[in-house]
Nanobody, 124 residues
């Protein structure tokens, strides 16, 4: 089992920044990759960002490319999402997720473990 706990959400004005954290615990050594998703009210959960399995590459949704940066601190088993130039359309609950095997990284159903989510609200 892998436990994921997100933090760092909040309310900001458009153009502001937030940094989300995801602390992983449990059998993290068996994790293939981790990523960030988000879900706005009335919408499906969507992919935001992830690393390749070896951490050499990062992948982003087109809607956040150039504004969001994914990073990690392996010593702390923590994943981060730096969000800059926030827009009202970024308002959503943000989830950290982990998958155990190679699969399409942008599909929520391919992830095995999820955090409880953290709310991000961006006002205009």
């Amino acid at each position: 089992q892998v436990q994921l706990v997100e933090s760092g959400g909040g309310s900001v004005q458009a153009g502001g920044s937030l940094r989300l954290s995801c602390a992983a615990s449990g059998r993290t050594s068996g994790t293939y990759a981790m990523g960030w998703f988000r879900q706005a009210p009335g919408k499906e959960r969507e992919f935001v960002a992830t690393f390749s399995w070896n951490g050499a590459s990062a992948y982003y949704a087109d809607s956040v490319k150039g504004r969001f940066t994914i990073s990690s601190d392996n010593a702390k088993n923590t994943l981060y999402l730096q969000m800059d130039s926030l827009k009202p359309e970024d308002t959503a609950v943000y989830y950290c997720a982990a998958r155990l095997r190679y699969s399409l990284y942008y599909t929520p159903g391919n992830y095995n473990y999820w955090g409880q989510g953290t709310q991000v609200t961006v006002s205009s």
